[in-house]
């Protein structure tokens, strides 16, 4: 796990259904810093994507209305 990972207190997509494909994001980290950190809750020690909270808005108001189907 990277530093910068292991320095977020990550939270889990609230429409998880522990089937394993949920996304974590640190809320805390987006409060203070503008950038919202994404990552993959099933790879702890992998990627963290950094995004804009418009960006973050965008996708997860397009989860909420089904624009990329189901899984």
Same mark, same amino acid.
């Given at each position: 796990?990277? +530093?910068?990972?292991? =320095? !977020? !207190?990550? *939270?889990?997509?609230?429409?998880?259904?522990? @089937?394993?494909?949920? *996304?974590?994001?640190? $809320? /805390? +980290?987006?409060? +203070? %810093?503008? &950038?919202?950190?994404? /990552?993959?809750?099933?790879? $702890? !020690?992998?990627? &963290?994507? !950094? =995004?804009?909270?418009?960006?973050? %808005? +965008?996708? &997860?108001? @397009? *989860?909420?209305? @089904?624009?990329? @189907?189901? *899984?």
């Amino acid at each position: 796990m990277t +530093t910068e990972a292991a =320095t !977020h !207190h990550w *939270v889990k997509s609230s429409y998880s259904n522990n @089937g394993g494909t949920c *996304v974590e994001w640190a $809320p /805390r +980290t987006a409060t +203070t %810093t503008g &950038v919202v950190p994404v /990552r993959d809750s099933k790879n $702890p !020690h992998g990627p &963290v994507l !950094h =995004t804009s909270p418009t960006a973050f %808005t +965008t996708f &997860v108001a @397009g *989860v909420k209305a @089904g624009e990329f @189907g189901t *899984v």
